[in-house]
């Protein structure tokens, strides 16, 4: 058995979160009687929740920042400390 090749359009273009509702209302009800295409929308939905939580964990900038900002101060700190001691 073979599905129309629009309904892994229409879950690419869903997944980007460019799908027209109406073809939207399509593929849903595709997917609630499609094992086949249910499964394959969820391998994709897994793919891009993957690629979403890696490119969450590279986001690196604001991270990497703060813990070069935060070690210096942590140095001073003990500096100081030693100074009032
Ligand atoms: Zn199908």
Redesign the pocket.
């Known amino acids: 058995m073979s599905?129309p090749d629009k309904?892994v359009e229409y879950m690419h273009d869903f997944l980007d979160e460019d799908i027209a509702p109406e073809n939207e209302r399509e593929l849903r009800a595709?997917l609630q009687t499609?094992q086949?295409?249910e499964t394959h929308f969820k391998e994709l939905k897994k793919a891009v929740a993957f690629v979403q939580s890696t490119a969450h964990v590279k986001a690196p900038d604001h991270f990497t920042a703060g813990v070069m900002a935060a070690l210096p101060k942590e140095r001073k700190k003990v500096e100081v400390n030693r100074w009032f001691k």
């Open positions: 599905c309904f595709h499609c086949a295409c």
